[in-house]
């Protein structure tokens, strides 16, 4: 069955960084887009950045210079290094991904349980 793994929160003081990792596991055929979103307690779930199978990857405006996500296909896994952390990037982050669950390589939508990130100030 197909998981995503999350990992890497944590509490950081304000200007702190912290590095997330999602993992695709379980059988697959193939991984198509991934994405990384996160919600902040009481806010609606907003987009962070989008990495695409060929290499393209877009921030949201809140992130931009700050984050740098990457992408590891060999082992299915994506990254989030995040630095200048302020108390805004609280939230839960969900890592998100089209994967191919099936020898047909339709691809299906995954979410994973998501990692809590604490920035103190």
């Known amino acids: 069955q197909v998981q995503l793994v999350e990992s890497g929160g944590g509490l950081v003081q304000v200007g702190g960084s912290l590095r997330l990792s999602c993992k695709v596991t379980?059988?697959?055929?193939?991984?198509?887009t991934m994405w990384w979103y996160r919600q902040a307690p009481g806010k609606q779930q907003e987009w962070v950045t989008?990495?695409?199978?060929?290499?393209?990857?877009n921030y949201a405006d809140s992130v931009k210079g700050r984050f740098t996500s990457s992408r590891d296909v060999a082992s299915a896994t994506v990254f989030l290094q995040m630095n200048s952390l302020v108390p805004e990037d609280t939230g839960v982050y969900f890592c998100?991904?089209?994967?191919?669950?099936?020898?047909?390589?339709?691809?299906?939508?995954?979410w994973g349980r998501g990692t809590q990130v604490t920035v103190s100030s």
């Open positions: 998100h991904a089209q994967v191919a669950p099936y020898s047909d390589k339709v691809y299906q939508s995954y």
């Open positions: 989008v990495m695409t199978p060929g290499g393209t990857i």
């Open positions: 379980g059988t697959f055929f193939g991984v198509n």
